[in-house]
């Protein structure tokens, strides 16, 4: 991991991106194969785990929690041993900056009788937590936190757990996840209804250890998911994919360099969290995609992205979650894009990382881009000829350090980004990937290529 990287200047990349690139494990999944494997019924071999500060805070986490993990790079032997396995944590669990991790790490915890504490950095503190704190409290866990019960640090001890029909307000995969968690070990059937379709990676991973986890409605809708009581989670080996989410960068840096020809190998193709190839396909975007296998619970396979002229399009509430963490780069394609963009249902950005909107917001204007922001969305005034250049501020935001580093590499002059230490939460090679593609970083002090207008 780069521990020493602070900022750096991403200067325009002028003969295009080539050439193709194999994104790190896949996070929501890393986090998920740690967690279930802790709780299986004997060893889990993981291979593709991605290595980042995230994740490592799961595998702290577990081995806090009593769970033997053996390290061996991107494969682990994770020593499942039921849920009987977990021991209560002599101290406070740290998150570090893992929402996932904070969020179903108490539905993972909900039949075991005993006290867990979670904290993490600034802004971990500042997540809403009551969202799945109050609906463990209805199945039987004794539940606390800051400010009512809704920041953490969040306090849980689990118990004997009943089945509920839970109806979330916002469309979270992290919620619901941790809600499947301990319904599979409560009484009766745990369902849950969500307004629109999030990421079902913890309902694979529940099949593929046996269970049974269904979902009624379609994909791009809403729908009810339910679980049943499962004696034990057996799964053989679990194979993480790479990271839709990571391989996005350069997908979205394609479109934007002339010249630009990527290919994204082995990337998981869950067609929950693919949402962003319907968008740029509608943009005008030109992307191909190969689909080759299943790896493990998820479909994994090939995406080509190349230089293309952008169209304006609109992504509306029903559409977001599937594209939740790749919505910066959407608002970045918008603002090359011919026309204006419309983003709509999207106030989840607000409680990401930082908030989102926000930031994006400040960071298209720095390019000199129009936008109109909204509580819950934005319209982006695209602009074919492109920006020239500026700073960005990331927040200590992963994502909002790659779309500068992609904004620069996209751009007339250079983008410099203020911090590049968050690439550690998800994309510790990303700089290398970048370089290997034909990219450019210069870190403060050793180029002298000016960022200007
Ligand atoms: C995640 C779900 C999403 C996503 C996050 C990872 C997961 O959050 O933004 O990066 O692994 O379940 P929400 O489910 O809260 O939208």
Redesign the pocket.
């Known amino acids: 991991m780069n521990d020493a990287l602070m900022g750096g200047l991403f200067p325009p990349a002028r003969a295009g991106l080539r050439g193709s690139v194999r994104p790190p494990g896949d996070?929501?999944v890393s986090?998920r194969a740690v967690l279930m494997g802790s709780v299986n019924d004997g060893p889990v071999i993981v291979t593709g785990f991605l290595r980042s500060t995230d994740t490592m805070a799961t595998v702290a986490a577990v081995r806090a929690l009593g769970v033997q993990v053996d390290d061996h790079g991107d494969r682990l032997l994770v020593h499942g041993a039921g849920w009987e396995g977990l021991q209560e944590p002599d101290d406070v669990i740290d998150v570090g900056n893992s929402?996932?991790l904070l969020?179903l790490l108490p539905g993972l915890l909900a039949p075991r009788d005993f006290l867990c504490v979670l904290t993490g950095d600034a802004s971990i503190r500042r997540r809403p937590m009551g969202r799945v704190l109050e609906p463990l409290a209805a199945m039987g866990v004794e539940v606390a936190g800051r400010c009512g019960d809704s920041l953490p640090p969040v306090v849980v001890r689990g118990g004997a757990l009943r089945g509920i029909e839970y109806r979330m307000p916002v469309a979270?995969?992290?919620?619901k996840?941790a809600i499947l968690l301990a319904g599979l070990r409560a009484e009766g059937q745990t369902s849950v209804v969500e307004p629109a379709a999030?990421?079902d990676?913890t309902e694979r991973m529940i099949r593929y250890g046996g269970g049974r986890a269904e979902r009624d409605g379609p994909v791009d809708g809403p729908g009810v998911v339910k679980v049943w009581p499962l004696e034990r989670l057996k799964m053989d080996g679990l194979t993480v994919p790479g990271d839709f989410s990571s391989a996005a960068f350069f997908l979205v840096a394609a479109l934007l360099i002339p010249g630009s020809d990527i290919s994204v190998e082995n990337v998981g193709l869950n067609p929950t969290r693919t949402g962003l190839l319907a968008v740029i396909e509608r943009m005008g975007g030109q992307i191909t995609v190969e689909r080759e296998d299943v790896c493990g619970p998820e479909p994994v396979g090939t995406v080509t992205a190349r230089w293309s002229e952008l169209e304006a399009t609109d992504v509306d509430a029903d559409e977001v979650?599937g594209l939740?963490?790749e919505l910066p780069l959407f608002l970045l394609a918008a603002a090359r894009a011919d026309g204006i963009s419309r983003l709509r249902g999207a106030a989840?950005l607000r409680a990401?990382e930082s908030d989102r909107l926000e930031a994006m917001a400040t960071l298209l204007r720095t390019l000199d881009i129009r936008v109109t922001e909204y509580p819950d969305g934005m319209d982006v005034e695209g602009d074919p000829q492109g920006w020239a250049g500026g700073e960005v501020e990331t927040r200590a935001d992963h994502r909002l350090a790659m779309v500068g580093a992609v904004a620069g590499a996209a751009s007339r002059h250079g983008v410099r980004v203020d911090d590049l230490r968050s690439l550690n939460v998800s994309y510790p090679g990303f700089v290398e990937a970048l370089v290997g593609l034909g990219g450019e970083m210069a870190a403060p002090g050793s180029g002298s290529r000016g960022v200007g207008r």
Do not use: F, M, Y
């Open positions: 996070k929501s986090h929402g996932t969020r979270s995969a992290q919620v996840s999030s990421r990676h979650p939740i963490d989840e990401k």
